[in-house]
């Protein structure tokens, strides 16, 4: 299975502030996918980051809150914009191949 | 009702121990199914995929029921270390990656 690099794997940022969150994988893979994890809660999908063309967000997720980049078929970012508390949550890539494989996560915590 | 509904926890068992996970989904085109594991403070890492026929792997035994929509998780000889939240995955499309995770399943298991 792939092998995924996340980082940073937490941060402390003030509200108002951008913090851009890095995925890197050890093979090339067609769609990367950015989740969200609240705390006690189950995965929700922010959005499928495809190479080549714009990301494909998830009702409730918007490109201007949630920019992606996907350069190239082994990286890809994910920016929480213009932060609150609300957006103090696990944030994590994945990729899919013969089941998901998930980086180890950013942990973000918004004061 | 939620596309994917698991067992509510948490599950207290001893050592030795067989419990067994149940998993609903209400989606009757899904297309594959998988169970994760994710430890307390990590990401989620696959257990085992769910095949029609069933599937074993050790301890752990995987069963689907399309008719009835779910899908089970057996765990026999249950160990300290499978102590963990199990969360149950269903794949609508499995080509673009549409996938529904349950809010998962704590299991701890005491000596």
């Known amino acids: 299975s792939a092998v995924i690099s996340q980082k940073p794997s937490r941060d402390i940022c003030q509200r108002g502030t951008s913090l851009t969150i890095q995925c890197q994988v050890d093979s090339q893979v067609t769609m990367m996918f950015w989740y969200r994890q609240q705390p006690g809660q189950s995965l929700t999908l922010i959005a499928t980051?495809?190479?080549?063309?714009?990301?494909?967000?998830e009702s409730g997720f918007v490109i201007d809150k949630f920019p992606i980049s996907r350069p190239n078929l082994t990286f890809s970012t994910l920016t929480v914009s213009n932060m609150s508390p609300e957006d103090s949550s696990i944030y994590l890539c994945?990729?899919?191949?013969?089941?998901?494989?998930f980086g180890s996560g950013t942990r973000l915590t918004v004061v | 009702r939620k596309e994917v509904e698991q067992d509510p926890g948490p599950f207290n068992v001893p050592e030795g121990a067989t419990v067994a996970f149940n998993c609903t989904y209400s989606n009757s085109a899904s297309q594959s199914f998988f169970w994760y594991r994710q430890d307390c403070r990590k990401e989620p890492k696959l257990l085992m995929s769910v095949y029609s026929s069933g599937n074993e792997d050790g301890r752990f035994t995987a069963q689907l029921n399309r008719a009835s929509q779910y899908i089970s998780l057996l765990i026999r000889d249950s160990k300290l270390s499978d102590s963990a939240t199990y969360l149950c995955?269903?794949?609508?499309?499995?080509?673009?990656?549409?996938?529904?995770f349950g809010d998962g399943t704590t299991l701890t298991v005491k000596p």
């Open positions: 995955v269903v794949n609508i499309n499995t080509n673009a990656g549409k996938s529904t």
């Open positions: 980051a495809n190479q080549g063309s714009e990301a494909t967000y």
């Open positions: 994945s990729v899919l191949t013969k089941g998901y494989t």
